[in-house]
């Protein structure tokens, strides 16, 4: 068993425990930081698979009208107008390929 499935079965196991996670860990014998650090890495990667790529549909506009613009978790907003733009859009569609 992996450590990522091993710690997930715990998170199961805890969540159905009904105790607290410092109680539950006492009673188990693992560290309280090691059990919040997993804790923190599952929700994580469970965000991030919460979060596919959207579809976009793409028209045929002039370079001088097109723009993107890419929110992050943290709220910063990055915007390309142009030609800069498409080329951005030309690399990531690249990369994904």
């Given at each position: ?19 607290s ?63 800069a ?13």
């Open positions: 068993m992996t450590k990522r499935a091993l710690w997930k079965k715990r998170m199961g196991q805890w969540e159905r425990s009904g105790q996670q410092r109680e539950f860990c006492a009673k188990r014998g693992v560290a309280l930081s090691s059990f919040q650090w997993w804790r923190a890495k599952l929700r994580r990667a469970e965000a991030a698979q919460a979060m596919p790529f959207v579809p976009l549909a793409l028209s045929a506009t002039p370079a001088a009208a097109a723009a993107i613009e890419v929110e992050l978790r943290s709220k910063t907003r990055l915007r390309l107008e142009g030609e733009a498409l080329r951005a859009l030309d690399s990531v569609v690249a990369r994904i390929r």
